[in-house]
Every structure is written in structure tokens, then in C-alpha cells.
């Protein structure tokens, strides 16, 4: 990987941090999704180191706690996903698969808490987040719904310019 891809990665990444922390104060909404969604469909190679970057970024600002660990799967997962589903262009597509990746967040969260705890601490880190996931799934299918064209447009349009 050239030091210019490496660059970008981790500019990417700081970029997903950031937007995050910027839409802190709203419940599980952020552009997390839609933002890897067109990391992964424009800059592929990016899209791995841009995840990583993030993942620490989020570790460091809010301890490495149990919660993180999730981050360590369920991140890596999503662009997997996005990857191997990379050849539909359809900004209502991209919406619905980040919007289900929002309502079964908390599921997926959960897992660490099922070693930790047993299923019953599983379950109720589960459950007590459904509101949450309801948010997190709906801001994830608007925002992508409006975002991920001029998105997609824009991060294309600047790999062409650093012709990667």
C-alpha cells in the first residue's frame, strides 16, 4: 500500500470518528454506515485500514470496555457485507441494508455480554437498547436513503483526481 493510500485511510477514518462525535448528542444516529458503505463501493483498499482507524479512535476516546470489543467484529462484518454485495447501485438498497445493520446493532452487541454474563446479561443489554436500535435503523436508512449518492459521486470523483 502506497503511503498515499495509507494517508487516505486514515483520513477516512478520522472522518467516521468525527462525524460520529459531531452527531453525539442524537441517539445512535451518525453516517457511520452510509459513509463505509461508499468507502467500500468507491475505495475498497481504503475502506479495511479507514475501519481500523476508527474502531482505535473509538476505543481511545471511550475506554476499551466490553462494549469494544463488539466494535472489533461487528465493523469489520459490515464492510465485509458491503463488499461482497458491492455491485448494486441503488441508493434505496444501500438504505435498507444500512437500516436492518442499525436494528440489529444491538443484538450484535450483545454477544461479548452472553460470554461475560451469561445469556440473561445478554439478553437484557439486548432488550434495554431496542429503542435504540429503532433509532440507530431509521437514521441509518434515511440518512443513507439521502446521503449515499452525493456520497458515492464525491468520493469517486476524488479517486479520480489522486488516480488511485
Known amino acids: ?27 445512535n ?3 457511520v454506515a452510509v459513509l463505509l458503505i461508499a468507502y467500500v463501493r468507491v475505495l475498497p483498499r481504503e475502506a479495511a485500514g479507514a475501519t481500523a482507524v476508527f ?3 473509538e476505543g ?9 470489543l463488539s466494535y472489533l467484529y461487528i465493523w469489520p462484518l459490515f464492510v465485509m457485507a458491503v463488499y461482497l454485495l458491492r455491485k448494486w447501485d441503488h441508493a434505496l438498497f444501500w438504505a435498507a ?4 445493520f442499525g436494528l ?13 454474563g451469561g445469556p440473561t446479561m445478554a439478553a437484557a443489554y439486548w432488550v434495554s437498547g431496542i429503542p435504540f436500535d429503532l433509532a440507530h435503523g431509521a437514521g441509518n436508512f434515511i ?21 488511485l
Open 104 to 116: 440489529s446493532f444491538g443484538a450484535l452487541c450483545a454477544i461479548p455480554y452472553l460470554f461475560a
Open 60 to 68: 481511545f476516546t471511550y475506554g476499551f470496555g466490553i462494549w469494544w
Open 29 to 31: 444516529i451518525h453516517l
Open 143 to 163: 440518512g443513507t436513503a439521502i446521503l449515499y449518492r452525493p456520497l458515492y459521486r464525491l468520493l469517486s470523483r476524488l479517486k479520480k483526481s489522486l488516480r
Open 97 to 100: 441494508v444500512a437500516g436492518a
Open 1 to 27: 500500500m502506497t503511503a498515499r493510500r495509507i494517508t487516505l485511510s486514515g483520513l477516512m477514518g478520522a472522518l467516521l470518528y468525527v462525524s460520529q462525535v459531531v452527531m453525539s448528542g442524537l441517539p
Open 55 to 57: 474502531i482505535l479512535l
